[in-house]
């Protein structure tokens, strides 16, 4: 008889196939070398609740055949069989059964009777037919026997008939354990390469790598792209110092507040400009001075007007103290000035010639040309500089234009004639303009203004004019020397010079008496009587030309060094200088000339020295051509103003 048993218990329905095998089998081999013959229970399978196999008459592959200890089969053919239930415990009641099925096994067996005779002689055996199992499953099943062993022994103790490990035993397939290969032995799994060229990538084929070109690439005749960068792990505090570091080196320009002020040597000539140089030209104070409360605001909103202003500013600082790279930066917004300024003139002719009206030009066109006038003072031009942009301004002041602005009109206005006048003191071929004539247009200064307020001297409170009748009287006695007239000084000369001596005489300065103003302005009215003597007299020593001369050395004397009125003695003095016979004048003058040069260092006031000192050798020498100091300075090649 060979005892066959069937995996069908009902209380391991719940259990995979394969475990529930392997378990049963398990639970199968303890009970039967637990339990002697006796104590099994074997019921004829008639009796059983359980369906019945009808597939055990086939027969068993030998594949499933379980061998003994000899390597002998246990059974070799399969004739007959009967159905038996084997009970390892005392059967349960029914009340334990349906409160915990796995309380007791309930095993389905098939008892297999063979006709061999082999079989009938040999010893009742009892095996198993199982399925065969993988190497790790055996393996497991080993576990569960040691398990078995020491569960028997607690159970045993505890009256229990089963197995603690079939009471814990957990579901699903058991764990694989692990493996105890060498590290060499071990297979790694490489993945999917990265790092492979783009082409290879795109293509989906194996890349070889190569740098800096793959091979794959060049056999297979195809374009290889390169490699994407290797891109280092940063950590968060990293990526967001770089994005920091990044966003620093964004371009960050931005446009120039003021056009034309764009370096830092440019915002330095502008403070030099408005601190300084701005009290230079005028008689006003910080608080009313016309160069930074007109011309300043109006050169913000015009660029060429601005790079005349810093051209300005620069030319001084280079003359105190020279500098490459404020001479550059001067040269630069000097040049800048003249093409801005150019382009600006024939815009207004281009606009004149469309519309077939007047040439209409805006007032910081005007003011730039006065500007250069001052650019050259400044530099301390010597060759005549000064005469181009001093005939753009009469011309420009010429026409019949009006000003928005009045304070500006009233300013240049002044200011031109101012230079107008003065220019004709040192040329032979400048003379000023007729503002008596009625082509001009039609501007008189305004009665309310103060002769106070004037920016200069001589203008507003007519003085200039006096210099000017004598500047006509030089003119037509110096053209009767040249041509050896006699007498050179007609009466109608002489009738003229004697009108003009009597209005010197009249005139009343209308500043506030025993101010610096003041002074300034009998300073000019002594130098402007000396003027018209050295014109009308012989060049000869003369007590009354000397006591002008002192009268006038008093003036200059007493006048501040510090004071704004230094800003136009440059005139007086020269005239003073040309009239000092006396070898005791001279030394004053000297002085006069050292402390308007520490004042305002203008380029002007070390020619216009050296025109006075060629002059006092003449008049040393005795020579009579000493009084006529245009024609001097013509032979000595210097063309300058005095201003």
């Not at 009109?409 to 107008?420: A, G, L, N, T, V």
Request: hydrophobic share 35%; charged share 25%.
């Amino acid at each position: 008889m060979v005892l066959v048993l069937h995996p069908y218990p009902p209380s391991l329905e719940q259990l995979t196939l394969r475990s529930s095998l392997s378990t049963t089998t398990s639970i199968v081999r303890s009970a039967l070398s637990s339990r002697s013959a006796d104590q099994l229970d074997v019921t004829p399978a008639s009796e059983w609740h359980l369906p019945l196999r009808q597939d055990l008459a086939a027969p068993v592959p030998a594949s499933m055949i379980r061998k003994d200890d000899n390597g002998l089969a246990l059974g070799r053919s399969w004739t007959g069989h009967s159905q038996l239930e084997v009970n390892t415990s005392l059967r349960p009641t029914n009340e334990q059964s349906s409160m915990s099925p796995l309380s007791s096994s309930t095993l389905g067996s098939e008892l297999c009777s063979s006709s061999d005779t082999e079989a009938d002689e040999e010893p009742r055996r009892i095996f198993d037919v199982v399925p065969k199992l993988e190497e790790d499953e055996n393996r497991v099943i080993e576990d569960i026997k040691r398990a078995d062993s020491s569960d028997d022994a607690d159970s045993k103790a505890d009256g229990s008939s089963l197995p603690n490990s079939i009471l814990q035993k957990k579901r699903g397939r058991p764990k694989k354990p692990q493996s105890h290969q060498s590290a060499s032995q071990v297979k790694v799994t490489k993945g999917r390469s990265k790092t492979g060229c783009l082409t290879c990538r795109r293509r989906k084929k194996k890349c070889d790598e190569a740098k800096p070109c793959c091979l794959n690439c060049q056999k297979n005749a195809v374009v290889c792209e390169g490699y994407t960068p290797k891109q280092v792990w940063r950590s968060g505090k990293d990526r967001t110092t770089e994005v920091r570091r990044v966003s620093f080196t964004v371009p960050r320009g931005l446009p120039f507040l003021v056009d034309g002020i764009e370096t830092d040597v440019d915002r330095r000539f502008l403070d030099h400009f408005v601190y300084k140089l701005s009290h230079l030209f005028t008689l006003h104070d910080a608080s009313t001075n016309p160069f930074k409360d007109i011309l300043l605001p109006m050169a913000t909103q015009h660029k060429g007007l601005m790079h005349s202003l810093l051209a300005l500013s620069g030319s001084h600082i280079v003359a105190e103290k020279p500098d490459p790279v404020f001479n550059e930066r001067q040269d630069y917004h000097f040049a800048a000035a003249i093409s801005t300024l150019r382009a600006s003139i024939e815009a207004a002719n281009e606009g004149a010639k469309e519309q077939e009206g007047g040439l209409i030009v805006e007032d910081p066109t005007v003011a730039s040309t006065i500007v250069h006038c001052l650019i050259c003072i400044s530099q301390g031009t010597t060759k005549g500089e000064h005469r181009d942009h001093m005939n753009g301004a009469r011309e420009l002041l010429k026409l019949d234009r009006k000003s928005k602005n009045p304070e500006f009109q009233q300013f240049i206005w002044e200011f031109f004639m101012y230079h107008d006048v003065s220019n004709s003191l040192t040329s032979l071929d400048w003379r000023p303009v007729n503002y008596d004539d009625p082509s001009l247009p039609n501007f008189v200064f305004q009665a309310t203004i103060q002769p106070q307020s004037g920016v200069v001297l001589g203008v507003i409170d007519g003085l200039y004019k006096y210099l000017k009748k004598i500047t006509a009287l030089r003119d037509n006695i110096r053209a009767r020397k040249a041509a050896n007239l006699q007498p050179v000084v007609l009466y109608e000369f002489l009738s003229e010079a004697v009108s003009i001596d009597a209005e010197i005489r009249a005139w009343e300065p209308k500043q506030e008496p025993e101010t610096s103003r003041w002074l300034a302005a009998e300073l000019y009215r002594q130098s402007t009587w000396v003027y018209l003597y050295r014109t009308i007299q012989a060049s000869k020593p003369n007590p009354s030309l000397s006591a002008a001369v002192d009268a006038g050395l008093d003036c200059l004397r007493a006048i501040p060094r510090g004071e704004s009125t230094q800003c136009i003695l440059l005139m007086p003095l020269f005239i003073l200088g040309c009239a000092a016979f006396e070898e005791r004048q001279r030394p004053d003058i000297e002085i006069g000339f050292d402390n308007l040069q520490s004042y305002s260092n203008l380029g002007n006031i070390k020619p216009a020295k050296q025109i006075v000192r060629r002059v006092w050798d003449m008049m040393d020498a005795g020579d009579e051509r000493s009084w006529d100091w245009e024609t001097i300075m013509v032979d000595m090649g210097l063309d300058i103003l005095v201003t």
